[in-house]
Nanobody
C-alpha cells in the first residue's frame, strides 16, 4: 500500500508564498506521474500541477508562472512552490501518484489565502 503524506499548508496573505511537500512511501520514479490537485468547497477536484517520471510538467492555466512543481528522488518527495498566492487559490491540496491501474491520494493539506 502506497502512502502519500502532505506537509506545508497554512494561512497566508494574498501575494505571499507557501511550499507544499509530499512524501511517498516508495520510490517516486516508480510512478508514471505525480501531481498536486486542489478542491475548494462545493467544487470538483482539479489538477494544479503534474510531473511525469520523465520530467515533463504541466500546470493549470490559473497557476502558470506562479506555481512550480519539483521533486527529489533521493527523498521520495514532490514539492509545490506557490508564489503570488491569490484568495482563489484557497483549497484543500492533495498529492497524487499515478500507476497504470491505480491512483493514490494523500489526505490533503489546507491552503488558505486571505485578501
Amino acid at each position: 500500500q502506497v502512502q502519500l503524506v502532505e506537509y506545508g499548508g497554512g494561512l497566508v496573505q494574498a501575494g505571499g508564498s507557501l511550499s507544499l511537500s509530499c512524501a511517498a512511501s516508495r520510490r517516486i520514479f516508480s510512478f508514471n506521474a505525480m501531481g498536486w490537485y486542489r478542491q475548494a468547497p462545493g467544487k470538483q477536484r482539479d489538477l494544479v500541477a503534474r510531473i511525469t517520471s520523465g520530467g515533463t510538467t504541466n500546470y493549470a492555466d490559473s497557476v502558470k508562472g506562479r506555481f512550480t512543481i519539483s521533486r527529489d528522488g533521493a527523498k521520495n518527495t514532490v514539492y509545490l512552490q506557490m508564489n503570488t498566492l491569490k484568495p482563489e487559490d484557497t483549497a484543500l491540496y492533495y498529492c497524487n501518484a499515478e500507476t497504470p491501474n491505480v491512483q493514490y491520494w494523500g489526505q490533503g493539506t489546507q491552503v488558505t489565502v486571505s485578501s
